[in-house]
């Protein structure tokens, strides 16, 4: 089992670009978590799923957004990307809410 | 709001020296307390889950311990592959909390050989 893997592992992009980041999990979990960790802020909720088809607002929700076409893959995307968005994202599931299996990151970086 | 905080921010203890990691909530109705560890430029990794004051976890070298405002990480005998940031984290509370977690900034704790 791969787990949680996480693509790109690193991108750099320029103010007003857009991406989109993409979680896939092996584990059939029902939940799924993008993060952000920023130096002196800690792990910051951005959206969270509860199931395919399902998303909502986590802490930080501004400047993304996220879709769950299917179970399995969770996306992030940033339309119009920022400097203040230039962060390492983590993505996570869980099939209870409790313990959480974390990707290893996408480090973005915005000119 | 939740608050979670932890200390110290960072601890450098030499090979075989005991301590402790702290880590205090501000929530009511505590659903569970989680420890992660994370390595350097990796995700984090869970360790235990604590749900009641006076419950105890261990693996391996560590101990974790909840009371009803705080928890400890008990780290004995440490050796230089536990050198990592060790975070800690609440559900948010009321309600379904859908593992909605609020992370404390961490302790990078650094064992030197």
């Known amino acids: 089992n791969a787990g949680v893997t996480q693509t790109p592992k690193f991108r750099v992009l320029k103010t007003g670009q857009s991406m989109t980041l993409l979680c896939a999990q092996d584990?059939?979990?029902?939940?799924m978590y993008w993060y952000r960790q920023d130096p002196g802020m800690g792990l910051r909720l951005i959206h969270y799923s509860v199931g395919e088809g399902t998303t909502a607002k986590g802490e930080v929700p501004d400047g993304y957004n996220v879709s769950r076409l299917k179970k399995q893959n969770f996306l992030l995307g940033l339309e119009s990307a920022a400097p203040s968005q230039t962060s390492v994202y983590f993505c996570a599931s869980s099939q209870t809410g409790n313990e959480q299996f974390f990707g290893p990151g996408t480090r973005l970086t915005v000119l | 709001e939740d608050q979670v905080t932890q200390s110290p921010e960072a601890l450098r203890l030499q090979e075989g020296e005991s301590s402790s990691l702290n880590c205090s909530y501000t929530v009511s109705g505590l659903r569970g307390l989680f420890w992660y560890r994370q390595d350097p430029g990796k995700g984090p990794e869970f360790l235990f889950t604590?749900?009641?004051a006076g419950e105890e976890k261990e693996k391996e070298r560590l101990k974790a311990t909840l009371t009803k405002k705080e928890s400890f990480l008990h780290i004995t005998a440490p050796k230089p592959e536990d050198s990592a940031t060790y975070l800690c984290a609440v559900p948010d509370a009321g309600g379904t909390s859908y593992g909605k977690l609020t992370f404390g900034q961490g302790t990078i704790l650094t064992v030197h050989p």
């Open positions: 584990m059939n979990h029902e939940y």
């Open positions: 604590l749900y009641s």
